[in-house]
């Protein structure tokens, strides 16, 4: 939803913005808007493994990255948030600022919880369909067949060269069908 700066300008009750920030500094800004000006804040990230050379790792981002929400008197503080280190500027469309309803920013922190993160971490199990999302055999849909205790690898198979075949894979490696590719 947008409104028009004129009407912000009158407004005297709170409403939630989305505000640009710099590349990967989304915490931070979030973080002085709770200090600095007090403000309620809304800044999820997602938590999630990757395998990289080192083994599977995990890794922590913003679900939406170079943007978080605050909640806030737009006359009284503006210009304010906007100068907070870490913050680029309010979502505008030309005379008109971007504005979110509070019902979705109340369901955003029941996803993410008191800490602000939501931890993608599919469970797979025996007989699930699977995506392999890495390496040679990415795109191709699977069936686990075991799941192997140590290393996160599956035995998963796969209809390969005209016939059916067991393989092993990485479980970072792997998305429940349904799920987009990474």
Not at 22 to 33: N, S, V, Y
Request: glycine share 8%.
């Amino acid at each position: 939803m947008t409104r028009s700066r004129a009407e912000l300008a009158v407004l005297r009750t709170p409403l939630w913005f989305c505000a640009r920030t710099l590349p990967k500094h989304e915490h931070i800004a979030a973080a002085g808007l709770r200090r600095q000006l007090n403000l309620e804040c809304c800044s999820p990230r997602l938590r999630f493994r990757k395998m990289t050379r080192r083994g599977v790792v995990w890794f922590v981002e913003a679900m939406f990255p170079g943007y978080l929400f605050a909640e806030f008197i737009y006359s009284e503080l503006h210009r304010r948030v906007e100068h907070l280190p870490g913050v680029r500027g309010l979502v505008e469309f030309g005379d008109y600022i971007a504005t979110i309803d509070a019902d979705t920013i109340v369901a955003l922190k029941e996803q993410a919880g008191e800490d602000e993160t939501v931890t993608v971490d599919p469970d797979i199990k025996v007989g699930q369909s699977v995506r392999i999302a890495g390496g040679p055999l990415r795109g191709l849909e699977a069936v686990v067949t075991r799941v192997l205790p140590a290393g996160e690898r599956i035995k998963v198979l796969l209809e390969l060269l005209g016939g059916p075949v067991e393989t092993d894979v990485a479980t970072p490696n792997v998305l429940p069908v349904g799920r987009p590719l990474l």
